[in-house]
């Protein structure tokens, strides 16, 4: 159910994965995750609905390079941003844009996309 | 030459100096950079989820205004639009269903084929044109910076994704120094620093620290997003690490600028 829905919301074949972890070796933001790129698609896989809430596809800056060096072209930004979207189609934002001083515009807007919804 | 010139928000207010810069050098390049009349926010990093052509709009309105200005090239200096209105570009080449679906929606505008290329600045420059106009050779070495939004996805590279070398080439043109830069395309946390700032802190110590190793005296870079968080965060990296010692971090065009003027 969980796999069919992520699926669905990123155009991705996630049963294409086959855990070699070079995604995760090359991730920038892996040192900040509760769950690493690899892991995150196992969890979803096993149906493992803790992954929904974990902190690993909110600090995922979207920056395509697990994906661009995926041998099996699974891109895992879009499967981080389908994760994103379970959450804040339920109308929640994940963070108050209204406190967001001192911050360059694109740095604004660009949040403004990735995190409300 | 003359080429149309989205701008983007960012290009009009925090970096005002990467607009100036830019069409003072394309100028002397002899290329002239006409700003469309009419122009909207490209949407920046919208959702990637599948289902979901809204977040496409605004980048497919921008390359309507290209096209009923007469232009079938457009150019843009901040990374996240280029790669935003890049990739609208490729959808719109590549998806014809969607593309229905958009036109349809919006049914004021024209229909919009995909027929407006998206150049970078980078991609325009010629090595041998900037090596004649040279007044004053620049004596410094740069780490050259590209992040993420100009290498990825694949199809939208400006250049080689994992070994980008266009920046060094220019650098070298101008007289400077070029050096080995292995973080030149790791990503420095990008819109994260809106919800988590401590993160970025630790990609800008990491990316800036490896320039400083590999014996730059400053970084360039062409995104306005890269250039705040490799720039200013240095204030954070400076209180959580106390033997940091920081880099300037400036615009390619900036550089280009000292070159060129002498």
């Given at each position: 159910?969980?796999?069919?829905?992520?699926?669905?919301l990123?155009?991705?074949?996630?049963?294409?994965?086959?855990?070699?972890?070079?995604c995760?070796?090359?991730?920038p933001?892996?040192?900040q995750?509760?769950?690493?790129?690899?892991?995150?698609?196992?969890?979803?896989?096993r149906?493992?609905?803790?992954?929904?809430?974990?902190?690993?596809?909110?600090?995922?800056?979207?920056?395509?390079?697990?994906?661009?060096?995926?041998?099996?072209?699974?891109?895992?930004?879009?499967?981080?941003?389908?994760?994103?979207?379970?959450?804040?189609?339920?109308?929640?934002?994940?963070?108050?844009?209204?406190?967001k001083?001192?911050?360059?515009?694109?740095?604004?807007?660009?949040a403004?996309?990735?995190?409300?919804? | 030459?003359k080429i149309?010139?989205?701008?983007?928000?960012?290009?009009?207010?925090?970096?005002?100096?990467?607009?100036?810069?830019?069409?003072?050098?394309?100028?002397?390049?002899?290329i002239?950079?006409?700003?469309?009349?009419?122009?909207?926010?490209?949407?920046?990093?919208?959702?990637?989820?599948?289902?979901?052509?809204?977040?496409?709009?605004?980048?497919?309105?921008?390359?309507?205004?290209?096209?009923?200005?007469?232009?079938?090239?457009?150019?843009t200096?901040?990374?996240?639009?280029?790669?935003?209105?890049?990739?609208?570009?490729?959808?719109?080449?590549?998806?014809?269903?969607?593309?229905?679906?958009?036109?349809?929606?919006?049914?004021?505008?024209?229909?919009?084929?995909?027929?407006?290329?998206?150049?970078?600045?980078?991609?325009?420059?010629?090595?041998?044109?900037?090596?004649?106009?040279?007044?004053?050779?620049?004596?410094?070495?740069?780490?050259?910076?590209?992040?993420?939004?100009?290498?990825?996805?694949?199809?939208?590279?400006?250049?080689?994704?994992?070994?980008?070398?266009?920046?060094?080439?220019?650098?070298?043109?101008?007289?400077?120094?070029?050096?080995?830069?292995?973080?030149?395309?790791?990503?420095?946390?990008?819109?994260?620093?809106?919800?988590?700032?401590?993160?970025?802190?630790?990609?800008?110590?990491r990316?800036?620290?490896?320039?400083?190793?590999?014996?730059?005296?400053?970084?360039?870079?062409?995104?306005?997003?890269?250039?705040?968080?490799?720039n200013?965060?240095?204030?954070?990296?400076?209180?959580?690490?106390?033997?940091?010692?920081?880099?300037?971090?400036?615009?390619?065009s900036?550089?280009?600028?000292?070159?060129?003027?002498?």
């Open positions: 159910m969980l796999a069919e829905k992520v699926e669905e990123s155009g991705e074949n996630i049963y294409a994965c086959y855990q070699c972890g070079k995760s070796a090359g991730c933001m892996a040192e995750m509760d769950f690493l790129p690899n892991q995150v698609i196992l969890l979803i896989l149906g493992n609905e803790e992954v929904i809430d974990s902190k690993t596809p909110w600090i995922c800056a979207q920056c395509y390079q697990c994906g661009t060096r995926c041998p099996k072209n699974v891109d895992i930004t879009k499967i981080m941003e389908a994760l994103r979207a379970i959450k804040l189609r339920k109308n929640v934002d994940y963070i108050k844009m209204r406190f001083k001192n911050l360059p515009q694109i740095a604004v807007v660009s403004a996309r990735k995190y409300t919804g | 030459m149309a010139y989205y701008p983007g928000c960012t290009l009009k207010t925090d970096a005002k100096k990467f607009e100036e810069s830019a069409i003072k050098v394309f100028k002397i390049l002899d002239e950079l006409i700003e469309l009349k009419k122009w909207y926010c490209c949407g920046t990093v919208y959702s990637l989820t599948k289902d979901n052509l809204m977040y496409r709009l605004a980048a497919i309105r921008n390359l309507i205004k290209a096209k009923e200005e007469g232009y079938d090239r457009l150019t200096l901040c990374s996240v639009c280029y790669n935003t209105l890049k990739q609208a570009n490729e959808m719109a080449r590549n998806d014809k269903e969607a593309m229905n679906k958009i036109n349809s929606f919006m049914d004021e505008e024209i229909d919009y084929d995909g027929s407006v290329e998206i150049i970078h600045p980078l991609e325009i420059l010629k090595e041998d044109k900037i090596r004649e106009k040279v007044k004053k050779p620049l004596n410094k070495k740069y780490a050259s910076y590209y992040g993420c939004l100009l290498l990825r996805p694949k199809s939208i590279a400006i250049d080689e994704f994992e070994n980008p070398r266009i920046m060094e080439r220019i650098i070298e043109a101008c007289g400077g120094k070029a050096i080995n830069f292995p973080l030149k395309n790791e990503c420095c946390g990008s819109y994260i620093v809106a919800s988590d700032k401590q993160a970025v802190a630790e990609r800008c110590y990316i800036v620290s490896n320039a400083r190793r590999n014996g730059a005296d400053a970084i360039i870079t062409s995104c306005p997003l890269c250039h705040f968080n490799l200013e965060i240095q204030e954070e990296v400076k209180r959580n690490y106390t033997s940091f010692s920081g880099l300037p971090v400036l615009y390619f900036e550089i280009m600028l000292e070159a060129l003027e002498g």
